[in-house]
């Protein structure tokens, strides 16, 4: 079945440094790939997408491109800051008669210092 | 537009209790969610409705029953409580299952 693996937290870093999470998936077909966020007590707010090979998603900073090759859709951003302090979830929905759910990794906790 | 409403936010049980987490949301959408989260698991599909009047199980569906009410709620039931299903359970809606919408989350405790 689908499956999503990223990379393990928690993460820490300090403002205005590099963030990469890296997230692999499988999935048959062509699958639409997410980044989720989740700020301390909050829900799950859609970060971006992107539902093509190669389309690149982006919002806020952050950016992840979906590469079928490799079947990855890391997520970077260039300068983090403290309220980037989240756990972010990388999902996909399958193609086909799979994409009738979200399928999540774990998460990967990220600590922004000041 | 409150989006996707849950209630309630905390609820502590006994084993063996029984109880409802109610989800409502606003947004005509046909497709609704139960997930649940627990550390280091990610979120794991418990339930689904993709229409009015149609329920099917998820990853993890033991110990739980679903009731699709109307197009706008989508209800969880646990009727006997058990401390494995202490977890925060999110609810969440989709219109074109491209983009989801989730609630804030009920955080549920069983002793």
């Known amino acids: 079945g689908d499956s999503v693996t990223q990379m393990e937290g928690p993460v820490t870093l300090s403002e205005e440094a590099f963030l990469t999470i890296n997230c692999t998936y499988t999935?048959?077909?062509?699958?639409?790939l997410f980044w989720y966020v989740q700020y301390p007590g909050e829900g799950l707010q859609l970060l971006l997408k992107?539902?093509?090979?190669?389309d690149k998603g982006s919002n806020k900073g952050f950016e992840a491109t979906y590469r079928k090759e490799t079947t990855s859709f890391h997520l970077e951003k260039g300068s983090v800051q403290v309220s980037d302090s989240a756990v972010y979830f990388c999902a996909l929905t399958g193609s086909g008669g799979s994409n009738y759910k979200l399928t999540f990794g774990k998460g990967t906790l990220l600590t922004v210092n000041p | 537009n409150a989006g996707v409403t849950q209630t309630p936010k905390f609820q502590v049980l006994k084993t063996g209790q029984s109880m409802t987490l109610q989800c409502a949301q606003d947004?005509?959408?046909?497709?609704m969610y139960w997930y649940r989260q627990d550390p280091g698991m990610g979120l794991r599909l418990i339930y689904y409705?993709?229409?009015?009047?149609?329920?099917d199980k998820g990853e993890v569906p033991n110990g739980y029953n679903v009731s699709r009410l109307n197009k706008r709620e989508f209800s969880l039931r646990l009727e006997s409580a058990a401390p494995s299903q202490t977890s925060v359970y999110f609810c969440?809606?989709?219109?074109?299952?491209?983009?989801?919408?989730f609630g804030p989350g009920t955080r549920l405790l069983v002793l």
């Open positions: 409705s993709a229409s009015e009047g149609t329920t």
């Open positions: 992107a539902t093509k090979a190669d």
């Open positions: 969440a809606s989709s219109g074109d299952r491209v983009v989801w919408y």
């Open positions: 947004m005509n959408h046909n497709s």
């Open positions: 999935a048959t077909g062509y699958p639409s």
